[in-house]
């Protein structure tokens, strides 16, 4: 068990629906991360928050957005679902995020299975 | 532009011998590395990871080495069980707190 919780963790729903992933991230851990790994494709950096702020972004559709709460927890929506957006959703968090300190490890969620009809 | 590439996406091996997954990265600024395993529809979890100032980085049965100059990476697991069966994805970053890169996986199974 990583620390980090997401839910739901199966999600079935129809094209052009939206939706709303969450994300806790360990206690402490102020960075929190989105990835996306599609059938065809690797795990891809979606998206990252740091205590609140967005701090990086990868390919994200601009169908795509999210945010963290006060409390760290993280949402990640998605709207106008395509078929091509079925995929498993990844959060992942770490304790700091700071760019000037050693590398650190990513701390990743079980995931959310999306299905779009 | 694939900038962390596993070239080998399968890789089989008895149990008790040594399994030696492989990971070739493009990108200097790449100063971290990680490997993680992970089972169908779950998330990846965390092994072992090595910085760019070490060349070698043990945990018990998992040794990662760093070969800087060639941009080359492996994870060597001593002895192999069918427990280690997963797939395997390296990850680089160029910073603490930026993002990961992940190579395209391996998939090892250790046979019994």
């Known amino acids: 068990d990583s620390g980090v919780t997401q839910t739901p963790k199966h999600l079935i729903t129809a094209t052009g629906q939206r939706v709303t992933l969450r994300c806790s991230p360990r206690?402490?851990?102020?960075?929190v991360y989105w990835y996306q790994q599609s059938l065809d494709q690797g795990l891809q950096f979606l998206i990252q928050y740091y205590n609140g702020e967005e701090r990086a972004k990868g390919n994200i559709l601009e169908r795509f957005s999210a945010q963290q709460f006060p409390d760290l927890h993280s949402e990640l929506n998605l709207s106008s679902l395509e078929l091509g957006d079925s995929a498993l959703y990844f959060c992942?968090?770490?304790?700091?995020?700071?760019?000037?300190?050693?590398?650190?490890?990513?701390?990743f969620g079980p995931g959310t299975r999306l299905l779009v009809l | 532009d694939q900038q962390v590439k596993q070239n080998s996406p399968s890789l089989s091996v008895q149990e008790g011998r040594i399994s030696i997954l492989n990971c070739d990265y493009t990108?200097?600024?790449?100063?971290?590395f990680l490997w993680y395993k992970k089972y169908p529809a779950e998330g990846p979890t965390f092994l072992i990871s090595?910085?760019?100032?070490?060349d070698k980085n043990e945990d018990g049965r998992f040794t990662v080495f760093l070969n800087k100059s060639a941009k080359h990476l492996s994870l060597h697991i001593v002895p192999s069980q069918p427990g280690d069966s997963a797939v395997y994805f390296c990850a680089a970053s160029d910073g603490a707190g930026n993002m990961l890169t992940f190579g395209g996986g391996t998939r090892l199974m250790v046979k019994p």
């Open positions: 992942a968090s770490s304790p700091v995020g700071r760019r000037d300190t050693p590398g650190e490890t990513q701390y």
């Open positions: 990108n200097s600024m790449f100063d971290y």
């Open positions: 090595i910085s760019s100032i070490k």
């Open positions: 206690s402490g851990d102020l960075s």
